[in-house]
């Protein structure tokens, strides 16, 4: 990590909070660097929940590693994230409790320290996210047995995974171990293809901008769902096709080889996009808003600019389908 702020003193997650509400903003200006000071934070959780985890339990029983997914995997964060995480360890012994309540220990400290937790439960003291590496597999291989859409769901959100604190080899080992199924039975590709295929709808029919309809998000524009995932989405099926490790939507699109160059092109839009985002989150409304935009505070050319990123999102995501549909026909 480019960025070093806390030590081994910290002695409690409100030391971590308030360290990170002092700085977080220094980073306003560059979305990678705003993204490893999250990491930084985030380490610096999960290094005292272990400690509190030692001094009432004992040390570890098997070596693990901590990994963080959603945006956080993807280093795509803005000031305010929610929590998508998981632990993998070692399979010698039933080891899982033990990491069930570092799990817990993790999800309190990030939560007190401003990390919403996810809705979804996608979090490393749920028992679906937390497993020994003879587990993970099999719970990989069973999600892509069962080929619903929840199951590849979970997939992708999976391939999202990064190491934030321990060892990445055993995520890369199920990552390899993932790419064994895919390569076994190419169709699982056109089927994690399909499972993205849904973009929400941006733009109206005589060419506004469609917001929210409803509640306090009304009047609303979803960036990161109408502008973003289209690109997010067809980056990742892209690494999955290529059997690549990288998460973050820029590193996919940049490790991309020849034959695939045509797509490599959106590496720029991209990072401007993301760029835009920060510019225009606003910390003050909330991690349940601070991903959607105000459209009557955008002017004619941003307004006209956002269009047309919907509609290049739409469009690669199309020639990404059909690139991958025609290659991995079964």
């Given amino acids: 990590m480019a960025i070093s702020i806390i030590d081994d003193t910290v002695m409690s997650y409100k030391d971590i909070k308030r360290w990170k509400d002092e700085n977080i903003l220094k980073y306003r200006f560059s979305h990678q660097l705003l993204n490893e000071f999250h990491d930084e934070i985030m380490c610096a959780v999960v290094k005292l929940a272990v400690k509190r985890q030692e001094s ?17 995997g993807r280093s795509e964060q803005l000031y305010l994230s929610d929590q998508d995480h998981g632990i993998v360890f070692s399979s010698s012994g039933n080891h899982q409790s033990y990491f069930l309540e570092l799990g817990e220990e993790i999800v309190h400290g990030l939560a007190l320290c401003g990390y919403e937790k996810c809705e979804g439960k996608v979090m490393s003291d749920n028992p679906v996210w937390n497993r020994s ?30 190491v934030l604190f321990g060892d990445p080899e055993p995520l890369h080992t199920l990552k390899q171990h993932l790419f064994k199924s895919l390569s076994a039975n190419p169709g699982l590709i056109t089927r994690l293809t399909d499972n993205v295929q849904y973009i929400k709808k941006g733009v109206g029919m005589l060419g506004n901008i469609l917001p929210r309809q409803a509640g306090k998000e009304k009047g609303l524009l979803d960036f990161k769902e109408t502008v973003l995932f289209p690109f997010v989405n067809g980056a990742r099926l892209l690494a999955f096709s290529e059997q690549r490790l990288e998460t973050s939507t820029i590193s ?47 002017s004619k050319e941003e307004k006209r600019e956002i269009k047309l990123w919907m509609k290049e999102g739409t469009a690669f995501m199309k020639d990404v389908t059909a690139a991958l549909k025609r290659r991995h026909r079964k």
């Fill in 252 to 298: 996919r699109l940049q490790c991309l080889p020849a034959h695939l160059e045509q797509f490599k092109s959106v590496q720029p839009l991209v990072e401007k996009m993301l760029n835009y985002r920060m510019r225009k989150a606003d910390l003050s409304k909330g991690y349940s808003l601070i991903h959607l935009i105000d459209q009557t505070e955008l």
């Fill in 133 to 162: 590496e003879d587990g993970w597999k099999r719970q990989i291989s069973d999600w892509l047995d069962e080929e619903d859409w929840d199951s590849l769901r979970h997939v992708s959100i999976f391939f999202d995974a990064r």
């Fill in 56 to 72: 009432e339990r004992g040390k570890a029983p098997a070596h693990f590693a901590f990994f963080v997914m959603g945006s956080g």
